[in-house]
């Protein structure tokens, strides 16, 4: 009882974090929004989704790796984990120094022939080096046991310290708005590396990761990577198109965030449960915990769609600026893509733990694929335009995770029939 109590509390606890993060983050947009220009604004939305594809994708699935083999080995041997992560850092710097050096030059070249402001060549760069060894070392703090110091340092000092520069670029230096957001990323992830210190000064022959394990942690990679892609490429294409619309979009996006928070947030407390009711075959249970995840989701997500629609375009125009005039559209389709996405939060979780996980990695490549042909060859700059795939997209989501979920469950309760059969 003291065990499940301790987990609920961390849970509880995690949660908490999680929601003070959220309200941080938009924070952090409403201060841009009101003392920075549009292109500012737009320019900060890019650079931000950049870290996030960063901490998914760009760790090549080494993060989900040093949660299944490290935390073991925590317990037997500390110098032993120590040699471990030094390796498999190593292994993540091979692939991800040569990646930012190309960016850096991609960077450069879009800035000489105009298309790519000199400090977003500067600053993407450095962020996506900083967010991939952020999302890295993140998760071997989580091995070690220190889950709450990774999640506060995640969801509370980033964006504080983000809050922070903001400020200070406001009031002493306006043009180094980008800069200041970049530092605040770059900052987190020198803090994270101090304080595994020690993990990094073990002395011994360090274990790289061979070919053998390379195959394990591509398909994780791959996966993390391609669903990253398919949430955060729609904003890469606005502001290609449009800064001023990636503005407007990046509003939508943190609305949609706020909306999906509880379906998260309901995840994370219903996911432990999942496994035990898919070993037990107890597909009653498993039922009732999918539709408790809809109901804690769906309700946050339409209140905040219905606040929406209660606002309207002209107060939101108003309190924003008409430099945001389709930023209310775009949030009202990107809640109702939350409401959807509500529906099917915990539908993942029992796909992963069924071992269906391979059928989620399938459905995020066709998404991701989808998203490229739409974003290169159909978009028309519009971010409301951009809203509405993404909408129609998690929609076709929804619906075959729903169809992939209800098939596992007629699987899981057969042999639970077969078995009371047995015993009549």
């Not at 990679?221 to 198109?241: N, Y």
């Not at 408790?292 to 939101?316: D, H, M, N, Q, W």
């Not at 796909?351 to 989808?370: D, K, N």
Request: aromatic share 8%; proline share 3%.
């Amino acid at each position: 009882m003291r065990r499940k109590n301790s987990q609920f509390s961390r849970s509880f606890s995690v949660l908490l974090i999680r929601v003070g993060g959220a309200a941080l983050q938009l924070i952090l947009v409403a201060l841009a929004v009101a003392l920075f220009p549009v292109h500012d604004v737009g320019q900060n939305a890019i650079l931000w989704s950049a870290a996030i594809m960063a901490r998914v994708g760009g760790t090549l699935g080494l993060d989900l790796y040093i949660l299944r083999e490290l935390p073991s080995l925590w317990e037997d041997s500390q110098a032993e984990f120590g040699l471990r992560s030094k390796g498999i850092l190593q292994s993540l710097l091979w692939v991800l120094i040569p990646v930012t050096i190309l960016l850096f030059a991609g960077g450069i070249w879009l800035d000489s022939i105009g298309s790519l402001d000199i400090q977003m060549a500067y600053a993407i760069p450095l962020v996506v080096f900083a967010s991939a060894l952020q999302r890295l070392w993140s998760c071997q703090l989580r091995a070690r046991g220190q889950l709450m110091l990774g999640q506060t340092l995640d969801a509370i000092v980033l964006p504080s310290a983000a809050i922070g520069f903001l400020i200070a670029s406001h009031t002493w230096a306006p043009h180094l708005f980008i800069a200041g957001q970049c530092a605040s990323i770059v900052l987190l992830s020198a803090v994270m590396s101090a304080l595994l210190r020690s993990d990094f000064r073990q002395k011994g022959k360090q274990k790289r990761l061979t070919r053998r394990d390379w195959k394990q942690v591509v398909p994780l990679g791959a996966g993390s990577g391609l669903s990253v892609l398919s949430s955060r490429a729609p904003i890469m294409f606005v502001g290609a198109a449009s800064i001023t619309q990636a503005a407007s979009y990046e509003i939508g996006q943190r609305i949609h965030s706020a909306a999906t928070l509880a379906s998260a947030s309901a995840t994370a407390v219903l996911f432990p449960r999942v496994k035990g009711h898919i070993k037990r075959g107890d597909t009653r249970q498993l039922l009732r915990e999918l539709v408790s995840a809809v109901f804690l989701g769906v309700i946050p997500a339409l209140f905040i769609l219905i606040g929406l629609l209660l606002a309207g375009p002209e107060r939101t125009q108003l309190l924003m600026g008409p430099e945001y005039a389709g930023a209310w559209a775009t949030a009202i389709v990107l809640a109702a893509a939350a409401c959807v996405n509500s529906v099917t939060g915990l539908c993942h979780g029992v796909l992963a733990m069924a071992g269906s996980g391979q059928a989620f990695w399938i459905i995020a490549a066709v998404q991701a694929s989808i998203t490229l042909v739409y974003g290169v060859f159909y978009f028309d700059g519009v971010s409301v335009h951009m809203a509405t795939f993404a909408l129609i997209m998690e929609i076709g989501r929804g619906i075959v995770l729903l169809v992939l979920t209800r098939r596992l469950l007629k699987s899981i309760s057969m042999p639970m029939h077969d078995m009371e059969t047995e015993k009549l």
